[in-house]
């Protein structure tokens, strides 16, 4: 056995049937339901219990991540959001129509992701119009992070079903 042959054996692009790919969602959805536009979710909680000094550490630091999601906006969010739908659009067609279960596996990651990237943008505008301080941006950031976690159980839900379904019609336990 070669080494290519360990490689691809290793990285199989049968990704449903593949542990990495079901680690791989575990850990992306993980991560992002606890980085919330960009600030890790124990500093709103830290904010919330010890105040002060904690609250304006994450008042700057939200402020920041804000101000930053709103210029790559501003100044090239019609270029991202054309190249994300030209390669969403690209996975979907190749992966549904295909039938190519790699760009399958990455579109039921990349799809989701995309919406939380708007909700992201959406909640930074929310902010920065309101001038959200104290609690009213703990809540804000709360009320963000739980739309993620919703997003990302059912996008988990969707990828799980749709995975057994591969492995039961085209995989490893039905062919």
Known sequence: MDWYSTLFELIDMR????????????????????????????????????????????????????????????????????????????????????????????????????????LSLSTARLISEEGSEGEVLCKRLTRHRLYTQIIGMLSIFVTAIWGMYQNLTLGALGG
């Open 15 to 118: 990704s449903f049937s593949n542990l990495w790919f079901w680690i791989v969602l575990a850990v992306v959805w993980s991560t992002t339901s606890h980085w919330v536009i960009g600030v890790p979710y124990d500093m709103v909680l830290r904010a919330r219990r010890h105040g002060e000094q904690a609250m304006t550490d994450l008042e700057d630091i939200v402020r920041i991540n804000v101000n930053r999601l709103l210029f790559i906006a501003q100044m090239s969010g019609l270029w991202l959001l054309g190249f994300g739908c030209f390669g969403l659009t690209m996975l979907g067609l190749l992966g549904f129509v295909y039938a190519n279960e790699f760009a399958q596996a990455v579109f039921l990651l990349g799809f989701p992701l995309s919406i939380v990237g708007l």
